[in-house]
């Protein structure tokens, strides 16, 4: 089955920039109208700002009340939602061994618990719409990178929570889908590319697993994978043959090829921690 996207509502959390705002973008070119969640409200306003009747509110997805009252106040204005995008996140990294403690729990917090926390608040609406929910994992969460400790557990979470909820909300018409991307061209990624921990890390990956991949097309394929209220989407596209294999990765990728990495690694991120503290350290892998 194929869904109608025009006239309907979709919500997206971490909508001020990267994928959040590329996916408003194009949803909002197929005739939806966007209802935006972000904790940057200038950068919010200006991604709204080229968006037929998309509606906004600030809010921080740690903070569950709040983020409640947003989801139930663009829910009003909107008339409903048809679809939940739960995309919110932060990249931290370096050593687990090494990074400041709160930056692994923040990162949790944001990751996973911020995206039950938009499920949990928007299901009654998607409920009544018999509509979608997307939840936005990675591909960190079908081999985890060494460095990437809290991101991958965070991420691994997020797969395993739509999994559940696919099979839970069936009986009650909602599709559930799992979103998975390798490094695309957003913010976060570049902050990574910059980072001093993580410069050069990733040239010792297979060369496509190493690439920084356009981030309209991830998104166009995600806009597809919503119109058909699709399982899982993936881009690059290959990463559907590397989930079915997840097992083999981790002896061959991970365990051989990452941890070749850590040497190198654990010296930049000593190195840094030293000039800047742990968690600075940790917390300048990504950003937003």
């Not at 995600?222 to 294999?245: C, D, K, N, Q, W």
Request: overall charge positive.
């Amino acid at each position: 089955m194929v869904w109608n996207l025009s006239g309907r509502v979709a919500l997206i959390t971490g909508a001020a920039s990267g994928i959040g705002a590329e996916l408003a973008r194009q949803l909002a070119a197929r005739g939806m109208r966007p209802a935006l969640i972000d904790v940057d409200r200038q950068a919010l306003q200006a991604v709204s700002a080229g968006l037929p009747g998309a509606e906004t509110a600030v809010a921080d997805v740690r903070d569950g009340e709040a983020l409640t009252a947003a989801i139930d106040d663009l829910a009003a204005r909107c008339g409903g939602l048809d679809v939940a995008v739960a995309n919110a996140g932060v990249a931290t990294g370096g050593p687990l061994r090494l990074v400041g403690p709160e930056t692994v729990e923040e990162t949790l917090d944001i990751n996973l618990l911020g995206v039950w926390r938009t499920t949990r608040a928007a299901l009654p609406h998607v409920l009544e719409r018999r509509g979608y929910v997307l939840l936005v994992s990675s591909a960190a969460a079908v081999f985890a990178p060494a460095g990437l400790g809290a991101y991958s557990m965070s991420k691994a979470g997020v797969e395993a929570l739509g999994r559940v909820l696919r099979t839970e909300l069936r009986t009650h018409g909602v599709g559930v889908g799992v979103a998975y991307y390798l490094f695309l061209n957003t913010p976060m990624v570049a902050g990574s590319d910059n980072s001093p921990i993580f410069a050069g890390s990733r040239s010792r990956l297979p060369g496509p697993l190493a690439k920084t991949w356009p981030l309209e097309p991830a998104v166009a394929r995600t806009v597809r994978g919503i119109e058909r209220r699709s399982r899982a989407v993936a881009y690059p596209p290959f990463l559907h043959a590397l989930m079915a294999v997840r097992g083999l990765l981790d002896n061959a990728l991970v365990d051989r090829v990452s941890a070749g990495t850590m040497p190198a690694m654990e010296a930049a991120f000593a190195a840094e921690a030293e000039r800047v503290g742990a968690g600075a350290a940790a917390r300048a892998v990504g950003g937003r």
